[in-house]
């Protein structure tokens, strides 16, 4: 079951209180969840102690022309693939200036899908410093869950990123 609003505001309560502790900055790069990982942040007052730079590059044009992602990983690997959300994480981690990046790419659906990448799958890469981990899920629901899945790893991910930086 996909996490409520409440729980997405404690996960980003969490991280929050983490960053501001140890004078962290997060960015993000959001694909299928359109910006829904920079408003859970920003739903929390003060939140811009820790948080300034949020991307929506729903479409491939963006990703390339915003985050200079490479039109050559797009047409290999489609953008919802481990290169590009790599390349995302990481571009936006160097335009913000930030500690820490997460960025996100999927099929929210109800369409989009294809045996390969059904709908649900959907890549995350995290960026601390120079070290950028990705990795793939394939979550089930309806688009809503989906991306509110997406939101859940996202933040969680950015907590257990943000708990090995001093």
Request: aromatic share 4%; glycine share 12%; proline share 3%.
């Amino acid at each position: 079951m996909a996490a409520t609003d409440n729980e997405l505001l404690e996960l980003a309560s969490e991280l929050g209180e983490l960053l501001k502790r140890r004078g962290l900055v997060v960015a993000t790069a959001e694909s299928c969840t359109g910006g829904w990982i920079a408003k859970a942040l920003t739903d929390l007052p003060g939140s811009s102690a820790w948080f300034g730079w949020g991307f929506v590059t729903y479409a491939n044009e963006a990703k390339i022309r915003v985050l200079g992602v490479e039109p050559k990983l797009l047409e290999a690997d489609g953008a919802v693939s481990e290169p590009v959300v790599r390349a995302m994480a990481e571009a936006v981690a160097a335009v913000s200036g930030s500690d820490l990046s997460v960025a996100v790419s999927g099929i929210a659906g109800p369409d989009g899908g294809s045996d390969e990448k059904p709908v649900g799958t959907v890549w995350l890469a995290w960026t601390v410093g120079q070290q950028t981990e990705a990795r793939s899920v394939r979550l089930d629901g309806d688009r809503d869950a989906v991306r509110r899945g997406t939101v859940e790893l996202a933040l969680r991910g950015l907590i257990k990123a943000a708990q090995t930086l001093s």
